[in-house]
């Protein structure tokens, strides 16, 4: 192969075979060897305009890592990838890598595999770093909810000298990527991430949930000069239908949750996974991986082609034994005191509005029964808000989360914002806005213009603040 054809190839990431990784939930993906790390880097371009770093929620400048990476200075590429992005470990794993689908080198084979090296930056090179707070503000902000938001939040806020609270209802930070299968991420990547906040001024309060006695009032009264809520959606919806109150019909975030602390060890011979979202892949993938030889299968009311979940995964999920079944949404659980099937309508295409979109609607009377006795229900979550007060008047978005009604994230309620995100990156950069819109108000409050990020390892001069668009030139270290 020539020089120029091998530009073209990804470099293959090593990966389990499909029979030994459903023995147990150890790690699908394995990470690069140096050498092959860069190699894969050597494919980008570095490109003048990168489009990668367009396409990021929070602007990473992968472009510079990649090409630190190219020339085998993994310390740099580690240091510059954490210069702004403090969870770095976990995304490094679980980023759903929108830089990748903007990737130039997609349209001309296949491209960069970005979050890939971000990881070898991060195992490869020395990303024991610890961040340097600026000069104390002496004004405390409380966070509620320790999910990528609350965290990326509680990061920009301590960078600029402020103390920050963080609430968390959980015994745990992380949020939902608590749930997150080990053999997606193994070991506790957001522990680790968080190791590196320890010079911040920011303290973890556990298994305090805000509501009727935590309120943001409450919070304010105490002292609080600001306070962030970064709740996301952590009650599952539910699909109203009858017999979802039976044994053995389970929610799968908590069922996700109980399978990453070792608290469910089997499920029932034939289990049925309602949802076609990565929730719902998640939950089908550990179900495989905790009844070896039962009858696993996924359904979704839509196309194969529309599951949020993306090809990615239904294409590792496949020769794991995985059945898919498309276009079937759910009328009822059968069973008196334990589930004996479910019954689903026929769906079929639409044939495409104004827009070209095409609905999926039912098919009149054509029902499939799939029999079970095992029913995760995974069709998405909504925010737990019990007990906040009626007067913040949380805007709560098609995804669950609650936003504040401004466009700075600020809530009815002054002092107060509130929002969140649809995946850990995205989730990072509403944690952003947020803390800048906080920085911007308390600074305003004092005569003060608002900053930008200080140097997260205490340099005298600020990073170059990425604009919306294209990224600064390559930076280094
Ligand atoms: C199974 C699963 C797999 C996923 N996989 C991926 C993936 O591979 N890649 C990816 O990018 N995204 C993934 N996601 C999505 C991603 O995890 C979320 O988009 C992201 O965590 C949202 O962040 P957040 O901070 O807005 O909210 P959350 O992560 O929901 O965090 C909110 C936090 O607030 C806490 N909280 C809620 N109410 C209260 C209260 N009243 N008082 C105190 N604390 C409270 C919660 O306990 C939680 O810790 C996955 C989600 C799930 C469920
Ligand atoms: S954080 Fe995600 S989207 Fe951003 S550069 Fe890394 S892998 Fe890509
Ligand atoms: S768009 Fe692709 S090829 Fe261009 S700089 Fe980004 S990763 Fe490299």
Redesign the pocket.
């Known amino acids: 192969m020539s020089y120029a054809e091998a530009r073209y190839h990804r470099i293959s990431v090593p990966e389990e075979p499909p029979v030994e990784r459903i023995q147990g939930f150890d790690e699908v993906l394995r990470a690069y060897s140096k050498e092959q790390a860069i190699m894969e880097a050597s494919r980008c371009l570095q490109c003048a305009l990168p489009f990668c770093v367009e396409a990021c929620p929070i602007t990473q400048d992968c472009r510079g890592y990649i090409g630190l990476v190219a020339s085998g200075d993994f310390d740099a590429a580690a240091r510059l990838t954490l210069r702004e992005n403090p969870l770095s470990t976990t995304?490094c794993k679980?980023?759903?890598h929108y830089c990748e689908d903007a990737c130039i080198m997609k349209h001309k084979g296949i491209p960069i595999a970005i979050r890939h090296l971000k990881r070898a930056a991060m195992e490869l090179g020395n990303s024991q770093l610890e961040y340097v707070p600026s000069a104390p503000r002496n004004q405390r902000v409380a966070v509620?909810?320790?999910?990528?938001?609350?965290?990326m939040a509680a990061w920009e806020l301590g960078l600029r000298g402020y103390g920050v609270t963080v609430?968390?209802?959980?015994p745990v930070?992380?949020?939902?990527?608590?749930?997150?299968?080990q053999y997606?991420?193994p070991n506790n990547e957001v522990v680790a991430d968080l190791e590196r906040f320890k010079n911040l001024d920011v303290t973890f309060v556990y298994g305090?949930?805000?509501?009727a006695n935590?309120t943001p009032h409450t919070l304010m009264a105490e002292g609080y000069r600001a306070v962030y809520l970064?709740?996301?959606?952590?009650k599952p919806s539910s699909p109203n239908i009858p017999g979802e109150s039976l044994p053995g019909v389970i929610y799968?975030?908590d069922f996700?949750l109980d399978v990453n602390q070792g608290k469910i060890a089997k499920l029932g011979n034939r289990i049925v996974v309602v949802g076609g979202g990565?929730?719902a892949i998640?939950?089908v993938r550990s179900a495989v991986r905790l009844s070896p030889g039962a009858h696993v299968s996924m359904v979704y009311r839509r196309t194969k082609a529309e599951a949020p979940c993306g090809p990615e995964e239904i294409h590792e999920a496949e020769p794991e034994g995985v059945e898919f079944h498309w276009l079937l949404s759910p009328v009822k659980i059968l069973g008196v005191d334990r589930i004996e099937g479910m019954v689903f309508q026929k769906m079929e295409l639409a044939p495409p509005d104004a827009s070209g979109r095409r609905a999926v609607v039912p098919i009149p009377n054509a029902f499939v029964t799939l029999e079970c006795d095992t029913v995760i229900v995974a069709i998405g979550?909504t925010?737990?808000?019990?007990?906040?007060p009626a007067d913040l008047q949380l805007k709560i978005g098609s995804k669950g989360?609650p936003e504040g009604s401004h466009p700075d994230t600020m809530t009815a309620v002054e002092g107060v914002f509130a929002?969140?995100?649809?995946?850990?990156?995205?989730?990072m950069a509403?944690?952003t806005r947020a803390a800048e819109s906080i920085d911007a108000y308390l600074r305003k409050k004092d005569g003060l213009p608002p900053i930008p990020r200080p140097d997260p390892f205490g340099g005298s001069v600020p990073p170059p603040k990425t604009p919306e668009g294209y990224s600064t030139p390559v930076w280094r270290a």
């Open positions: 995304l679980v980023c759903y509620v909810g320790a999910g990528p938001a609350g965290l609430f968390e209802k959980m930070a992380g949020g939902q990527a608590e749930a997150i299968p997606r991420m305090e949930k805000a509501g935590l970064a709740v996301g959606a952590s799968a975030l996700l990565d929730v998640d939950s979550q925010a737990d808000l019990d007990g906040f989360w929002s969140g995100g649809k995946s850990v990156v995205h989730a509403a944690g």
